[in-house]
Nanobody
Framework: QVQLVESGGGLVQAGGSLRLSCAAS????????MNWYRQAPNKERELVATITHGGITNYADSVKGRFTISRDNAKNTVYLQMNSLKPEDTAVYYC????????WGQGTQVTVST
C-alpha cells in the first residue's frame, strides 16, 4: 500500500516558477519509479516526467528544459521543479507510482496566468 500526497501548486504568472512535492508513505519508496502526470480541462491525462529508482529521468517534449524531476529517498519525496511556466502548463498535476497496482495522489492545481 502506497499513499501519495501532492503539494505546492498555485497561481503563478507566465515565466514564473513553482515546485511541486509528492510525499509517499511506506518503506518501498526507494525502489519505486515515480511519475508526474497532468490533466488540463477537457484533455486526457498526460505523462510529464519520470524518475527511476536509480535516478534516471525522462520528460515529455513539451516540458524538456523547463521542468526537473528529482527525488529524496531519505524523505520519501519526489519533486517537480517547474520553471519558465506557460499558460498551457495549467492543469491538475498528479503524482503516480506502480507497485502491483497504480497509485495516485489527489492532485494539485497549477494555474499559469498570462
Amino acid at each position: 500500500q502506497v499513499q501519495l500526497v501532492e503539494s505546492g501548486g498555485g497561481l503563478v504568472q507566465a515565466g514564473g516558477s513553482l515546485r511541486l512535492s509528492c510525499a509517499a508513505s511506506g518503506s518501498r519508496f526507494s525502489i519505486l519509479h515515480m511519475n508526474w502526470y497532468r490533466q488540463a480541462p477537457n484533455k486526457e491525462r498526460e505523462l510529464v516526467a519520470t524518475i527511476t529508482h536509480g535516478g534516471i529521468t525522462n520528460y515529455a517534449d513539451s516540458v524538456k528544459g523547463r521542468f526537473t524531476i528529482s527525488r529524496d529517498n531519505a524523505k520519501n519525496t519526489v519533486y517537480l521543479q517547474m520553471n519558465s511556466l506557460k499558460p498551457e502548463d495549467t492543469a491538475v498535476y498528479y503524482c503516480n507510482t506502480h507497485f502491483i497496482i497504480d497509485y495516485w495522489g489527489q492532485g494539485t492545481q497549477v494555474t499559469v496566468s498570462t
